[in-house]
């Protein structure tokens, strides 16, 4: 297994051992492969300090936690070769927590992968902690693998729009992949008709002087008109 810093932009996956980090390992890879762009894997083990006068973590816990970290990462390069065994990914082992450790990573990849949940997650849970403050502060795309790890090829891709400045690169991103995959492209707005006077009493700050659906329409139009 080589421990290195992943080379700009790679497709960089988060690894924990839990089913739904594998899924997400053998999307990556399958994506890697496809389109000719390094894969890095990486663990985070560092434990967050509760306290600024906190005593360090012993040598032998952290020993033990680099060993589990390295027995996960080269676990999960033998998903990638089993399915490429032509793709080489190469890997890094932090001693930072995993949000800290994706988040620096984020500045220079091509994108983040992470599964939905991590092993303090739930069956169901939508998204685990890890996945959304990556989601929230990351520099790059990210992709959160859920369910079935295989789709139809002519699924088309989906993106959501809701009118604020991050719309646009959103857009961008979601034609950009459609163009690729030569599938169509689903935009999608939603909005609640439940308005701030109807839970709070009448307000004057809420009048409306056209339709609500018209005014979201609009919203949808001037977005994808760029």
């Known amino acids: 297994m080589s421990t290195v810093t992943p080379v700009d932009g790679a497709i960089v996956v988060g ?5 739904s980090a594998t899924r997400a390992v053998r999307w990556a ?21 509760g306290r600024a006068d906190a005593e360090p973590s012993p040598d032998s816990f952290l020993g033990s936690m680099k060993r589990q970290g390295f027995s996960l990462l080269t676990e999960a390069e033998k998903v990638v070769t089993d399915a490429h065994d032509d793709l080489v990914a190469t890997t890094s ?9 994706l988040k620096k990573l984020s500045r220079s990849a091509h994108m983040i992968v992470l599964g939905s949940s ?5 069956e169901g849970m939508l998204l685990g902690s890890t996945a959304v403050a990556v989601v929230s502060y990351a520099r790059c795309p990210v992709v959160v693998v859920r369910g079935r790890e295989e789709i139809p090829a002519d699924s088309p891709v989906v993106v959501g729009i809701d009118g604020s400045p991050v719309t646009e690169r959103a857009i961008a991103a979601a034609f950009d ?4 995959l030569e599938v169509g492209l689903v935009a999608v707005h939603a909005w609640s008709d439940t308005s701030y006077d109807s839970v709070f009493g009448t307000s004057p700050l809420f009048i409306y002087t ?5 005014n979201e329409r609009q919203v949808l139009t001037e977005s994808l008109a760029g």
């Open 93 to 101: 082992l932090r001693n930072e927590p995993p949000i800290t450790v």
């Open 118 to 122: 991590g092993l303090g997650g739930f």
């Open 29 to 49: 890879a399958k994506l890697a492969a496809s389109r000719g762009i390094a894969l890095h894997l990486v663990h985070g083990f560092g434990v967050v300090a």
């Open 15 to 19: 690894v924990d051992g839990s089913e």
């Open 210 to 214: 056209d339709s609500p659906a018209d």
């Open 177 to 180: 992949e459609a163009a690729r």
